[in-house]
């Protein structure tokens, strides 16, 4: 279809039909000052926000995904790749065990 002729086409049938009393005071002020000058509609800043956050989610997950690969494909210093339940175990206990040499007591 022709750009041109649907615009005087638009243009035409808005001047057949003036606006009536039930329209809101101001309503062609705001919508002409929620347009662009090149005749984009201005985003909403929270809809702009959001898509920022999805946007970031994106890379964010990739790197976590490529984070567990290497940490199951790499092996770790025992030799064995990927996570072993006595390693996560001892890291996880690590800080709770008491160290005598650092009370002194040996």
Not at 33 to 48: E, H
């Amino acid at each position: 279809m022709n750009v041109e002729r649907l615009r005087q086409s638009l243009l035409s049938a808005a001047r057949r039909n003036p606006p009536s009393g039930a329209v809101p005071y101001a309503f062609e002020q705001r919508v002409m000052a929620c347009l662009r000058p090149g005749g984009a509609v201005r985003p909403d800043p929270g809809s702009s926000l959001v898509l920022g956050l999805w946007k970031a989610s994106i890379p964010a997950m990739a790197v976590a995904l490529v984070l567990v690969g290497a940490d199951r494909l790499i092996p770790g210093p025992g030799g064995s790749a990927g996570w072993s339940a006595a390693a996560f175990e001892e890291t996880l206990l690590a800080s709770a065990v008491p160290d005598d040499e650092l009370w002194g007591t040996r």
